[in-house]
């Protein structure tokens, strides 16, 4: 029976009795009066390798996302879970999910380690939370010597319903507010004087705040904080949807469940219950919390002069000082002919390594763990084939970042085919918006803006080029102001901002007209701003602070 199911609907089903079976070592510790709060416990750890061993061995082309600490670890067979809920399997799937494929969909597991634990498996399709389990082993719990061990689990898919819990209607007129119990800072402050709850509820972890929600215990869940990851909240924003609330960021808008863009909720977590006029607790976030929880915004103020900038471009310091940074110490031209002579070298192979590079990350022995057979074997033989290592070394070192970011022609063609609606497209502040949240690795961008770079500085360059910068500079900028945002700016590599800085100064200066010259000032206002929000590095401080000299002046 379990076969002729849609898939959506039979992931639903293994990821309910996947969440049991990792529940029941939770169940077992508090039972014999176990460690029940150290979420290093080789007990806990076991509990995650259950569940994702359980739900790889049934859907091994998936994507799961998890916490992979302690992840090398086999998981006993007795441990591994391939039942499914015959109450999910009975179901009428929704006509949106009959003809998904696992390519649509990611798996985003996690625990919980407050209150026993709290098991979540969301799943997504294209970006969106569609389906979410909440496994509580411990619900009812009563005590160490008697304990009533019980457990729930509840469930939610987007366009079917909720099954596992059930909710009460809140009375009229007032208004209670959960927050994380643990969470004691400025701008809850702020915001709670801005909301004036008639009752504030505290409650340890996301999960179990959303999970007052559902019961109808409270109206609104408010979360004024970057500290929280997508694998704890995918799960609950399914369900609270499904049950017809709303769960987004501070701002309003809702998350992306994406595996090639930042997997940390830097924009904080608003969620209300079934009913309940979510914009109107939108409308009374202050503006100061707003801003706290951003993504750094246009600094208008530095638009530069462009004409004064292209001259002083043509200084020979200038020009001097480009050579001496441009691959900074890794020359991609190099690498690319070494690997273009080897055998049966191909651009297809670039194409796959850069793939996996932007959707897995940028270590290769996890990268290998986490994908299904086949594809370990496509990538494996890459790595052999090019002779690619998974840790920088040296300047010089092959990585597969720097194999991918040789080839930014087969990078771009790259994109153009598994996510056609990030492709770069001509340069509008939309474009540049949507790339705000990717997580684009960094040093991908560096080199092969690095390479698009013409041998003789400043030379004439064709449109076909100057289109390559742009759409790579755009993206570059977008992914250095998140990146910043997050206040790791003393990682930075600044002299490469000055790579960038100069050259798309250069294509809008040779490209842009009129309304797109509009469009690309505030583009590059933003790209301004991270430069001058960066704390440079000594060797370039003096070019820098000539540079906006001679753009101000």
């Given amino acids: 029976m379990a076969n002729s199911v849609p898939l959506v609907l039979r992931l639903l089903a293994s990821s309910v009795t996947a969440a049991r079976g990792a529940g029941n070592i939770v169940r077992e510790i508090v039972s014999r009066g176990g460690d029940q709060n150290n979420e290093l416990t080789e007990e806990k750890r076991s509990m995650q390798r259950c569940l994702r061993a359980s739900l790889c061995q049934q859907y091994p082309n998936l994507n799961i996302v998890w916490e992979e ?23 009428q799937c929704p006509a949106e999910y009959v003809d998904v494929t696992s390519e649509d969909l990611v798996l985003w597991i996690d625990a919980e380690y407050t209150d026993h634990a709290t098991v979540f498996v969301g799943i997504s399709m294209n970006g969106k939370a569609i389906g979410g389990v909440i496994h509580q082993p411990c619900y009812n719990y009563v005590d160490v010597e008697n304990p009533t061990l019980t457990g729930r689990t509840l469930w939610g898919l987007v366009h079917l319903g909720t099954g596992g819990f059930h909710t009460k209607e809140l009375p009229s007129g007032t208004v209670t507010l959960t927050i994380t119990e643990v969470q004691h800072n400025d701008l809850l402050t702020t915001v709670l004087d801005a909301f004036q709850p008639d009752e504030v509820l505290r409650s340890t972890g996301v999960g179990h705040n959303v999970m007052l929600l559902l019961e109808g215990k409270a109206h609104v869940y408010v979360f004024p904080s970057k500290e929280c990851n997508k694998r704890s909240i995918c799960a609950p924003d399914a369900v609270i949807t499904a049950m017809g609330g709303k769960l987004t960021d501070i701002h309003g808008d809702t998350y992306e469940y994406c595996t090639n863009m930042e997997h940390t909720n830097v924009c904080g977590i608003l969620a209300t219950g079934k009913g309940i006029d979510h914009s109107s607790f939108v409308g009374k976030v202050p503006q100061d919390v707003r801003d706290a929880l951003t993504i750094a915004k246009p600094n208008l103020d530095l638009l530069l002069d462009f004409e004064k900038c292209m001259e002083y471009m043509k200084s020979p310091e200038f020009k001097e000082f480009m050579e001496s940074v441009k691959f900074v110490g890794f020359d991609p031209v190099k690498v690319k002919d070494s690997l273009m002579a080897i055998p049966g070298f191909t651009y297809e192979d670039m194409c796959a390594c850069s793939y996996f590079f932007l959707s897995k990350g940028t270590n290769l022995t996890r990268i290998l763990q986490k994908l299904n057979p086949s594809r370990k074997r496509e990538l494996q033989g890459l790595i052999s084939k090019y002779n690619l290592v998974s840790k920088i070394n040296s300047p010089a070192a092959v990585t597969l970042a720097r194999v991918a970011g040789c080839f930014p022609l087969a990078v771009l063609e790259n994109l153009k085919k ?72 003393d990682k930075s590599k600044p ?57 101000k002046d």
């Fill in 69 to 91: 600490e302690g992840s090398n670890d086999e998981t006993p067979t007795e441990l591994i879970v391939t039942e499914c809920d015959d109450h999910i399997l009975s179901q």
């Fill in 495 to 551: 002299e490469l901002y000055c790579i960038a800085d100069t050259y798309v100064q250069l294509a809008y200066k040779s490209s842009i007209k009129s309304e797109e010259e509009r469009q690309a000032l505030v583009i590059y206002g933003q790209f301004a701003g991270v430069i001058d929000n960066c704390v440079l590095n000594p060797e370039i401080s003096r070019l820098h602070d000539d540079l906006i000299t001679h753009f």
């Fill in 418 to 489: 598994y996510r056609e609606d990030r492709m770069p497209r001509p340069v509008t502040q939309d474009y540049f918006l949507s790339f705000s949240r990717v997580r684009f690795p960094r040093i991908l961008m560096c080199n092969a803006i690095a390479s698009l770079i013409p041998n003789e500085p400043f030379s004439t360059v064709t449109q076909s080029d100057l289109d390559k910068i742009i759409a790579l500079i755009t993206i570059y900028s977008a992914v250095e102001s998140t990146f910043l945002n997050r206040e790791h700016r």
